[in-house]
C-alpha cells in the first residue's frame, strides 16, 4: 500500500529525542505487544479486506482501481508502488525457486505505474500459490513490520503515545505510505504538530490525537479512492472519544459501514 510514488520505505521516525521516561511510559502499553498487535492487524483488515480474519488474506490479489496496479496480501502491497516489489524480492532471496520470481522483471517494469504489463494473465494465479507457503507468509509478516508496523510504532514511542496513537500512526502509514509528498505519513503529523504538542513535548495526548486525525482525514480527501474516511471516523475518533487510549477490548467499530466487534 502506502501512497502513489515510489518507494513507500520506512519513515525514520520523529526528528526530535525524547527522554527515557517517555519512552518506558510507552512501552508499557504498546501496540507491539502481541495481543494488541493482533488487534491492530485485525482493525487494518476491516478496512482492507472486509474480515477480520487477517491471516486468511495472504492470497488476497485484486486491482481495486486506485492507481497503484495490483493490490496484494495481508497489508495491501502494491504492484505501483514498490513494496510489492520488495516483497517478491525478499520471497525470491530467501527462496529463489519460487513461482514468483519470473515476475520479478515485469514488477521491476510496472513500478511506479498501474499497468499489468507482463503480469498478466498468469500473475494472480501465481501468487494465491506463492501464499499457500509458509516461507512466503513469513516474507508478508516482515515486509509488513519492516515498512510500516515497525517504523510507525517506533514514530509513536517517540512522540510519547500509548497504544492507540501508534496504531493512528500505523494506519496512516499503511495507506499514506513514508514518501515525502503533501499527503504522506510525515506531511501528516507535521500538520498535526503544527497545531498541537505530542506528550513527548509536553502536550495533551487526546488533543494531539485529535489533530492528527483531523491531518489524517484531510489527507484521505486529496485522493478519490480514499475519500470515505470510516475508517477514521467511526473506529479510530470512536475510541479516542471513549478515552481508550490503551486500545482495550471490547471495542466496536465501523468501516464503510460494516459493523466489527472485538470481545
Not at 70 to 84: K, L, P, R, W
Not at 117 to 128: K, N
Not at 202 to 230: C, I, K, P
Request: aromatic share 10%; charged share 25%.
Amino acid at each position: 500500500m502506502g501512497g502513489t510514488s515510489r518507494p513507500p520505505r520506512p519513515w525514520p521516525g520523529p526528528p526530535t529525542a525524547t527522554t527515557a521516561v517517555h519512552q518506558q511510559e510507552a512501552a508499557v502499553t504498546g501496540l507491539d505487544e502481541p495481543a494488541k498487535k493482533d488487534i491492530a492487524m485485525r482493525l487494518v483488515c476491516s478496512a482492507e479486506n472486509s474480515s477480520l480474519d487477517w491471516r486468511g488474506q495472504y492470497g488476497y490479489i485484486e486491482d481495486i482501481g486506485d492507481g497503484r496496479g495490483y493490490t496484494a496480501g495481508i497489508i495491501g502491497f502494491c504492484s505501483g508502488t514498490g513494496d510489492m516489489l520488495d516483497l517478491v524480492e525478499l520471497y525470491s532471496e530467501r527462496k529463489p525457486d519460487n513461482v514468483l520470481a519470473a515476475y520479478l522483471p515485469a514488477l521491476r517494469d510496472v513500478d511506479g505505474t498501474d499497468s499489468h504489463d507482463g503480469l498478466d494473465p498468469g500473475f494472480g494465479d501465481a501468487w494465491q500459490e506463492a501464499a499457500r507457503d509458509p516461507a512466503f507468509q513469513r516474507a508478508q509478516d516482515d515486509e509488513r513490520d519492516r515498512v510500516y508496523f515497525d517504523p510507525a510504532v517506533d514514530a509513536g514511542k517517540g512522540d510519547g503515545l500509548g497504544t492507540l496513537g501508534q496504531f493512528a500512526y500505523y494506519d496512516a502509514l499503511v495507506m499514506h505510505g513514508g514518501g515525502d509528498d503533501s499527503a504522506s505519513f510525515g506531511a501528516i503529523r507535521e500538520r498535526a504538530l503544527a497545531r498541537a504538542e505530542p506528550p513527548a513535548r509536553g502536550g495533551d495526548e487526546v488533543v494531539y490525537l485529535n489533530a492528527f486525525l483531523d491531518a489524517r482525514v484531510w489527507a484521505m480527501r486529496q485522493e478519490e479512492a480514499h475519500s470515505d474516511t470510516s475508517r477514521v471516523d467511526t473506529a479510530q475518533r470512536v475510541f479516542l472519544d471513549a478515552g481508550n487510549l490503551n486500545l482495550d477490548p471490547p471495542l466496536d467499530w465501523k468501516v464503510y459501514g460494516d459493523s466489527y466487534h472485538i470481545g
